[in-house]
């Protein structure tokens, strides 16, 4: 018999509502929020930003109020794949990176690996600043992924996108002190999908 396809996980994407994702994967021809089938609401493929709709996902929403960096560090939090077990779908967990903002136009520059578009980028105080747009696979020298220039969906473009979509983003808790990447992990690790 042919080889049965089994799910990859090719992206990230983020809660907005307790049953709706963003992602920066402006197309996919099956797409699931896990091991959830999804269906897609709305494509952009200007900016690259998809929104899928996962019935019965009770997702935790991701706060979206805009970030004060312009540039400077980020931390970036997306689901990557780990080895599958006997043909299972292979189960992802949240990775977080650091890097740094370059802006005109926005850049993440870190160290991410393929399935990050979609992820979540942060400023060092847990603000939201965008999206992890697609690029082309990262290139891994001896099995490592040096820092690449991603482009960045900005927070603004993301919130525009789903405002003109009929999905209000959770406000942002305010401006507060400069916490760890551990930190911005811990309190967004739960709005992120493979």
């Not at 990557?80 to 992802?92: E, K, S």
């Amino acid at each position: 018999p042919p080889p049965v396809a089994r799910p990859t996980v090719v992206a990230s994407g983020v809660a907005v509502g307790p049953d709706r994702i963003i992602t920066a994967l402006s197309r996919c021809a099956d797409p699931k929020v896990g091991a959830r089938a999804a269906r897609v609401v709305k494509a952009d493929d200007a900016s690259g930003l998809m929104l899928l709709d996962a019935p019965g996902l009770g997702a935790k929403p991701l706060p979206m109020g805009a970030g004060a960096a312009a540039d400077g560090v980020i931390v970036a939090l997306y689901a990557a794949a780990r080895a599958g077990v006997n043909n299972a779908a292979p189960p992802a967990e949240v990775m977080a990176a650091t890097g740094e903002l370059l802006a005109s136009p926005a850049r993440a520059l870190a160290p991410l690996q393929g399935e990050a578009p979609g992820g979540a980028v942060f400023d060092r105080n847990g603000g939201f600043v965008g999206l992890v747009g697609a690029a082309k696979a990262p290139t891994r020298i001896a099995g490592v992924v040096p820092q690449t220039a991603w482009p960045v969906v900005e927070a603004r473009k993301v919130t525009a996108f789903l405002e003109a979509n009929g999905v209000r983003s959770e406000p942002a808790p305010g401006a507060g002190q400069t916490r760890s990447t551990a930190d911005i992990a811990a309190a967004a690790r739960a709005s992120i999908y493979p």
